[in-house]
């Protein structure tokens, strides 16, 4: 059974679909920590190793004396919010970090992540991937727990199921069992994709993914500066490496684990399901130095190469067309490119020139818009391409936007002929578990051939990898996985609960249109807008944004730029926007 799932790009300059989030926690043995802002400054620069995964919003919380919580978050780069003086208010010993960009949800101050709730014992929780059963997660919160939901995002949800859980044990202090059982009660009632991170005040760490282990997220150890271990939970290895933690290791599908500065203990809480974990993850999303379930991210793409080489050869030969360079489009297709180059003995050169000093278009609603960017973004080398039939390798083709115009490019430059090879198949179906791409009418291979997406593109001929040697390229590293979600490719989705209805719903979600309605321009407003809807903005705009974030109920946002002179110390309760910030 072949069940295989989107996408990162420097990620994401060029416009493809939108990153998943990256989540990160730390806890510190370190008894000294507790009055240092040691445990925020190691989060802050994880999370800088985790940007690709999110560009959008980025917030740290961490845990001090006492247990108290201490936060910084605001939409933008996690450069852009952890400056010094921002970190230097992080006090503690554990945290919890997020970088995000919105599935489903908003592109909300109020909805940047770590969320927080007070009752029961102080809970901060991060969380990448997307739930299905949403409507009917509302419904429970609402009429049977009685507890308010206020914003869009799922995450919040997530963290409401588990705090209702723990609630319903009616204890002063909860033990590990009572967490345990929470969580596997939470697997059972939450459907979709999840792994996440979150932190009890005074208490320590809890890492859990969800039954089929879609999104990826592991655990390390360091040794600690005064003895004892130091744990980490990201959503990839490189963290760890960055940080100088070793022995990496995946939380199992299911699995739940908790952290104390005296213990760790690790369990299966789920009932067995498929495991079925992301293939995006390796065709584009995680960065090349990253290890996600045994399988080298680097390794598999160099493996995809390979492979995309052998239906290459059967296609060229079907159209009785020989090719001169192989060119990769910048930056996550560069290693497959090079293999395929390699093994079809076919020169293999750098076509394209990036600028990477000009802001994103990926989350631009209206097509225009992107189409001008691309050009910004990409400059093409008029002496790899005049006279040659060219052979461009990309990871995907998800709109075919951003492929039309490199090809139109690469044909303005003189190249006599443009194939056009993907190294993943043709994306027909939504993304349902934690990727914002387009609905199922803005897919270009949705109800299109092939000949008719080379066409749409405007290149002569348009190969895809097969959807066997994709999984391959990934399972031949780690053969005791049987099963990907592949949901992009076939439409069918591991979890159960994507109907018609709930389809239907993401369709009105994603479209251009509504994107454009829910930040309040028309598509024709938003193709005029530079800079898209949300993310890093220069000079006063990005002043202005992260001083009109929003706080978490009852912490303060230790940022010097949040209450900074004359500006008012938003201090709201999770996701109300201050509506009022000072003239």
Known sequence: MLSCGGENKDACVLNHTEPVCGILGLLLHDPLATQTNLAGT???????LLQHRGQDAAGIVTCGSGGRFYQVKANG???DVFDSSAVAGLKGWMGVGHVRYPTAGSSAHAEAQPFYVNSPYGIVFAHNGNIVNTPSLRQFLDVDAHRHINTDSDSELLLNILANN????????????????????????????????????GFGLIAFRDPNGIRPVGIATRKGTRGGTDYLVASESVVAQGLGFTEWEDVKAGEAIIITRNNIVRRQVAQPQTFAPDIFEHVYFARPDSTLDGISVYRSRMKMGDLLAETVKKELAKANI???????????SRTAALNCAQALNIPYREGFVKNRYVGRTFIMPGQTQRRKNVRRKLNAMPEEFAGK????VDDSIVRGTTSREIVQMAKEVGAKRVIFASCAPPIRFPNVYGIDMPSPTELIAHD?????????????????QTLEDLVESCRQFNPSITTFDCSVFTGEYVTGGVDTRYLEHLEKLRNDKAKAKKIGQTVEQAE????????????????ISIQRSDSIMGLSNHSPKIGATGMPSPNDTIGLHNSWYGQ
């Open 42 to 48: 190691e989060i802050a620069e994880g999370l800088s």
């Open 77 to 79: 780069m996690v450069r």
């Open 166 to 201: 723990l609630q319903k044990t009616g204890k002063f202090r909860i033990n590990e069992e009572d967490i345990f059982t929470a969580i596997g009660d939470l697997t059972k009632t939450c459907i979709g994709a999840y792994a996440c991170v979150a932190m009890i005040a």
């Open 322 to 332: 020989k090719i001169d360079v192989v060119i990769p489009v910048p930056d996550t």
């Open 389 to 392: 039939t060219v052979m461009l």
């Open 448 to 464: 299109r051939t092939t000949e008719e997406i080379a066409a749409h593109i405007g290149a002569d001929l348009v190969i895809f």
């Open 528 to 543: 005029a807008t530079e800079g898209g809807c949300s993310g890093p903005m220069n000079g006063s705009d990005s002043l």
